[in-house]
């Protein structure tokens, strides 16, 4: 089994991101769904750190537009045999475009953020996941993430809160 954690929208709080990090328990690697791209270096330090070393794959967001950040505005990654799109969201209209979106890249689970709020449903035989905000200021202040659980093409989707 293949174990994936999956942030984003944490705005700055690295703290959460810790927490989060650390009732993920062992993972084989993390995604990180933009907002903000500092955000993705303090968790690939972290990553790095861990005995394993996971990797990170990781997007911007549409709050980083203007940083310095290198991050593409999507990515494709496969992952335990199972291929992922992943982008922040921003940019999709619906739902149903962002199952487009993987369809046409030949994705059958698409990651994305954006509106800080959790979800995990299936459109267009997609698997659609947003992890919901990995930032305790957002939304409440209870900061979430998800682990993305893959054994042999089959996906379960764990939610994880501080």
Known sequence: MIRVGVFSDSHGDQEALDVLLDKMGYID???FLGDVARDAAYLEDRLSSMPNHPPLYAVRGNN???SSCTLPWERIEEIGGVR???THGHRL???MNLA???QENEATV???GHTHAALCETAGGVLLINPGSAGNYCRGGRARASVLE???GQCRVLNVTT
């Open 100 to 102: 487009y979106k993987a």
């Open 64 to 66: 980083d537009y203007y």
């Open 110 to 112: 698409a990651l994305f």
């Open 84 to 86: 992922i799109y992943m």
């Open 150 to 152: 893959i054994n042999r």
């Open 29 to 31: 690697a993390a995604c």
């Open 93 to 95: 209209i619906s739902l």
